[in-house]
């Protein structure tokens, strides 16, 4: 028979069900909230396993969160960890407080950390299209389904503004065909999207998909890695190093950059920003609006390379 909860720990794991179920979080952000929960409490001297985990929130002092983060800020924990350190141990006591376990009144006199704002770094749209072009790929000594497959993933990416994971997510029966050219995908908190796909990536899938020597099963993954498993994220972020360091471009030109790009580029041709926000999947239009402050930058810095008295 398995030993029962310890009581300490049974609120921990109610407030994640409501996180995870009411709230819909992923579960990277449940596994970072749940580590920051527990290394607060580490330093409180208690952990959720002790019969006194729960009872050292119960009457907690704003200097109690202040030495906790100042701790952290001394190892070199930068600005958005910490943020985010904060953000989980505010979501925990307030769930705590409406159970009426403990007091989250210090949490109204703590503020969080200043945040730099980091504008997001597309590829200009000439390198973003040699970025997702399979001829850039000639001389790789892979084999022509797995060049052919990542060309595909990258495709997505750029053309359609996809996330990795939502790019990888992808089973056989949702892919794009030449009779469908549009894609329903699972985004961040479990949310799906209808979104269009354009021709080019719809033809890089198929030419994939000719070429991949496994047998594509119609609900398992569209992406298959070199030993017929579903394809890693790694894979992507390892071609990605290739093909920047082949034409001379930035660290910042991630896999994600590419999405990035798709929204900056849409951005600039005149694309509408409740639109873009629709295809990137942006809960908030102020994540989306982000992008302005790209397309602007974007133009100030061509307008000084090119205008004659700049």
Same mark, same amino acid.
């Given at each position: 028979?398995?030993?029962?909860?310890?009581?300490? %720990?049974?609120?921990? *794991?109610?407030?994640?069900?409501?996180?995870?179920?009411?709230?819909?979080?992923?579960?990277?952000?449940?596994?970072?909230?749940?580590?920051?929960?527990?290394?607060?409490?580490?330093?409180?001297?208690?952990?959720?396993? =002790?019969? $006194?985990?729960? =009872?050292?929130?119960? $009457?907690?002092?704003?200097?109690? *969160?202040?030495?906790?983060?100042?701790?952290?800020?001394?190892?070199?924990?930068?600005?958005?960890?910490?943020? +985010? %350190?904060?953000?989980?141990?505010?979501?925990? *006591?307030?769930?705590?407080?409406?159970?009426?376990?403990?007091?989250?009144?210090?949490?109204?006199?703590?503020?969080?950390?200043?945040?730099?704002?980091?504008?997001?770094?597309?590829?200009?749209?000439?390198?973003?299209?040699?970025?997702?072009?399979?001829?850039?790929?000639?001389? =790789?000594?892979?084999?022509?389904?797995?060049?052919?497959? $990542?060309?595909?993933?990258?495709?997505?990416?750029?053309?359609?503004?996809? +996330?990795?994971?939502?790019?990888?997510?992808?089973?056989?029966?949702?892919?794009?065909? %030449?009779?469908?050219?549009?894609?329903?995908?699972?985004?961040?908190?479990?949310?799906?999207?209808?979104?269009?796909?354009?021709?080019?990536?719809?033809?890089?899938?198929?030419?994939?998909?000719?070429?991949?020597?496994?047998?594509?099963?119609?609900?398992?993954?569209?992406?298959?890695?070199?030993?017929?498993?579903?394809?890693?994220?790694?894979?992507?972020?390892?071609?990605?190093?290739?093909?920047?360091?082949?034409?001379?471009?930035?660290?910042?030109?991630?896999?994600?950059?590419?999405?990035?790009?798709?929204?900056?580029? *849409?951005?600039?041709? /005149?694309?509408?920003?409740?639109?873009?926000?629709?295809?990137?999947?942006?809960?908030?239009? %102020?994540?989306?609006?982000?992008?302005?402050?790209?397309? /602007?930058?974007?133009?100030?810095?061509?307008?000084?390379?090119?205008?004659?008295?700049?």
């Amino acid at each position: 028979m398995s030993a029962s909860p310890n009581p300490s %720990s049974r609120p921990f *794991l109610a407030w994640q069900r409501h996180l995870s179920g009411e709230r819909r979080l992923s579960p990277k952000t449940l596994e970072a909230y749940g580590r920051d929960v527990r290394q607060f409490l580490a330093w409180l001297g208690a952990t959720l396993e =002790d019969d $006194d985990g729960v =009872d050292k929130l119960r $009457d907690l002092k704003p200097a109690d *969160l202040r030495g906790f983060m100042a701790s952290r800020r001394a190892d070199d924990v930068g600005s958005r960890s910490l943020m +985010r %350190s904060l953000a989980g141990i505010r979501s925990f *006591l307030r769930f705590l407080e409406k159970e009426g376990l403990a007091d989250a009144s210090a949490l109204s006199v703590i503020r969080g950390p200043k945040l730099g704002r980091l504008l997001p770094k597309p590829v200009a749209p000439s390198m973003a299209k040699r970025l997702v072009d399979p001829s850039e790929r000639e001389g =790789d000594t892979r084999e022509p389904w797995i060049l052919a497959r $990542d060309a595909a993933v990258m495709t997505l990416l750029y053309g359609c503004g996809l +996330r990795i994971s939502e790019a990888l997510g992808l089973t056989v029966e949702d892919a794009p065909t %030449s009779t469908r050219d549009t894609v329903r995908v699972l985004g961040k908190g479990g949310k799906t999207r209808i979104v269009p796909v354009i021709a080019p990536a719809i033809t890089a899938i198929e030419t994939y998909r000719a070429q991949c020597p496994y047998d594509l099963e119609p609900k398992g993954p569209l992406f298959l890695g070199a030993r017929g498993g579903k394809l890693s994220p790694r894979i992507i972020q390892l071609t990605m190093e290739r093909l920047r360091g082949g034409l001379g471009l930035p660290d910042s030109a991630t896999p994600h950059a590419l999405r990035h790009s798709f929204a900056t580029h *849409l951005l600039s041709r /005149g694309g509408d920003l409740r639109a873009i926000q629709e295809l990137l999947g942006h809960a908030s239009l %102020s994540t989306t609006q982000i992008y302005t402050e790209v397309d /602007g930058a974007m133009l100030l810095k061509a307008f000084d390379a090119a205008h004659p008295r700049a």
